[in-house]
């Protein structure tokens, strides 16, 4: 009885212990996510933290392979068939994508319990694949970011550092100026986010900002965001901090409902 409650008065210690994993956060902050394609995560924690990773590149290579698959398929005699060489390329797609995946979770995790953060919001599946993208983009945003997949690792690393994640709605974040509350006059194009009250911001950055201002009302300013980058083994910290207005035609029918839902989302990526 006695070597008991030693036990558990020593299991109570490494609270006070901050590199501890175990930790429960000592202040309960809080963090909201914005989950897209360009980005794959956009974070504002309500310690003023803003983090996106950036998903271009990755994407770049899933599609690439998407079109070696096709490649090979249009060569088969029979085309409900498949090939080892298919098989090995549908498997290299998901396998890139998954480590890149987790390796993002964990980065996330580490630095929202740093953070001290203890509940983190998440849209729900349904707003995040219909709210503002075309059927399309649902469709190719589905297929390489597998966000089932996701919020099934963010919730199991989250509960392994303690953090609750609630899942919210989020309609409207995207398109809402943070200024002035404008929803239907903000224009969306590429990364950025304009209002005609002279806001203006990167898009995916200021919908989980605003996201978080929904769940909580004690969201102070905010520092300089923190840009990551995938260099195929870690999630690193880039420094360039891409501008607002860098050139993105190629992903450009991501964020642009317009031209996504014209269907020339192959245009310009065709070989011939
Ligand atoms: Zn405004």
Redesign the pocket.
């Known amino acids: 009885m006695y070597d008991e409650t030693a036990d558990a008065f020593r299991a109570f210690q490494p609270v006070t212990v901050p590199d501890s994993r175990l930790d429960s956060p000592l202040a309960s902050e809080e963090a909201a996510l914005d989950v897209g394609t360009n980005n794959l995560v956009a974070c504002t924690t309500t310690t003023g933290q803003q983090l996106l990773y950036e998903g271009r590149d990755l994407f770049e290579e899933f599609r690439e392979t998407t079109e070696q698959i096709a490649h090979y398929q249009s060569l088969l005699d029979d085309q409900r068939k498949s090939s080892n060489r298919i098989d090995r390329l549908y498997r290299k797609r998901t396998n890139r994508r998954d480590y890149a995946q987790d390796a993002l979770v964990r980065d996330l995790v580490e630095r929202l319990h740093d953070e001290s953060v203890s509940t983190l919001y998440v849209g729900d599946i349904k707003d995040v694949l219909s709210t503002h993208w075309s059927p399309v983009v649902n469709e190719k945003t589905h297929n390489f970011w597998a966000f089932s997949r996701f919020i099934d690792r963010l919730e199991s690393v989250c509960e392994e550092y303690g953090i609750t994640v609630e899942e919210e709605s989020e309609a409207w974040t995207s398109q809402e100026?943070?200024?002035?509350?404008?929803r239907e006059e903000?224009v969306r194009h590429r990364d950025s986010l304009t209002?005609?009250?002279?806001?203006e911001g990167h898009a995916d950055l200021v919908a989980s900002e605003s996201f978080l201002r929904r769940q909580n009302n004690a969201v102070g300013s905010m520092a300089r965001p923190v840009y990551l980058k995938w260099n195929n083994h870690e999630w690193r910290e880039d420094h360039s901090s891409p501008s607002i207005a860098v050139e993105t035609t190629a992903n450009e029918e991501y964020t642009d409902q317009s031209t996504a839902s014209s269907g020339n989302i192959a245009h310009g990526d065709s070989d011939d």
């Open positions: 100026c943070p200024e002035c509350g404008e903000t209002c005609p009250c002279g806001f």
